[in-house]
Nanobody, 122 residues
Framework: QVQLVESGGGLVQAGGSLRLSCAAS????????MGWFRQAPGKEREFVATISWSNTYYADSVKGRFTISRDNTKNTMYLQMNGLKPEDTAVYYC?????????????????WGQGTQVTVSS
């Protein structure tokens, strides 16, 4: 069982930066593939980024602006978001998958956090 708690969201102006954190419980954090998703008002939840061991993969919409990373010694995953745009406004969720891999579909993930709000003003 893994519990995930996101933090670091907030209000930022366009062009600004935020770093989201996802703290995980459990001693086997390092064995899980991890991902970030987001859901804007009135839209479906969408894939943002994923990390498995040192491999990463990004949605085209955030490639070059966002960086996913993890610190297994702290049981924490991060999402560094630079060059934020108003269209990045959403609730951001972290997720953990029991199988290693770069997963882009929600159904590949077994555990989810409650989400953290990111609002980018123009």
């Amino acid at each position: 069982q893994v519990q995930l708690v996101e933090s670091g969201g907030g209000l930022v102006q366009a062009g600004g930066s935020l770093r989201l954190s996802c703290a995980a419980s459990g001693r086997t954090f390092g064995t899980y593939a991890m991902g970030w998703f987001r859901q804007a008002p009135g839209k479906e939840r969408e894939f943002v980024a994923t990390i498995s061991w040192s491999n990463t993969y990004y949605a085209d919409s955030v490639k070059g602006r966002f960086t996913i990373s993890r610190d297994n010694t702290k049981n924490t995953m991060y999402l560094q978001m630079n060059g934020l745009k108003p269209e990045d406004t959403a609730v951001y969720y972290c997720a953990a998958a029991g199988l290693e891999g770069l997963w882009v579909k929600m159904e590949s993930y077994d555990y989810w956090g409650q989400g953290t709000q990111v609002t980018v003003s123009s």
